[in-house]
């Protein structure tokens, strides 16, 4: 397993939020957080590792 973090952003791209996951890999991770997506946009990264972006305007998601 391997230890990831999910920020909620807030205005100005500011985390408001995080939670901490254990994956296996990253598409479980990108599952696990894309059920955090509401009204804010959320950041996946694995250890200093940007792996993807949820932009809750437009439900999309970029993998970085």
Known sequence: MMAYRAY???AHSRPI???N???GDDDAAI???SRLVDSHDVELWQM????ARFDAASKQIVRK
């Open 8 to 10: 909620i952003v807030g």
């Open 21 to 23: 996951m254990d994956c």
């Open 17 to 19: 939020g995080v939670v």
């Open 48 to 51: 200093d590792r940007p792996v």
């Open 31 to 33: 599952a696990s957080a």
